[in-house]
Nanobody, 121 residues
């Protein structure tokens, strides 16, 4: 199992930007697709973005398309989520995950502890 640690969350104003990082403790980081999900209290965890093991393919939820960018650096065992033009509705706990390329929670076997993102209006 891969250990994942997110960082970079915080409080930002509407229209601002944040970059989340997800550091993985594994020698086989490049064999996993990496995903970002988010979850609000009392709601199901929802898909945000996914990137293939090589970084050549990525997909996004419609709600973040054009504003968020997922990337990875396999040499640093780290995945990133650049979030621009943030909106109050982006306020959630954000989780990174390692697994197979997909859009659903069961596609990912390892999860980080989450990082809070709060966008003020």
């Amino acid at each position: 199992q891969v250990q994942l640690v997110e960082s970079g969350g915080g409080l930002v104003q509407t229209g601002g930007s944040l970059r989340l990082s997800c550091a993985a403790s594994t020698r086989t980081f490049s064999s996993y697709a990496m995903g970002w999900f988010r979850q609000a209290p009392g709601k199901e965890r929802e898909f945000v973005a996914v990137i293939s093991w090589s970084g050549s393919t990525a997909d996004y939820a419609d709600s973040v398309k054009g504003r968020f960018t997922i990337s990875r650096d396999n040499a640093k065992n780290t995945a990133y989520l650049q979030m621009n033009s943030l909106k109050p509705e982006d306020t959630d706990v954000y989780y990174c995950a390692a697994g197979v390329y997909g859009y659903n929670v069961p596609d990912f076997l390892s999860w980080g502890q989450g990082t809070q993102v709060t966008v003020s209006s």
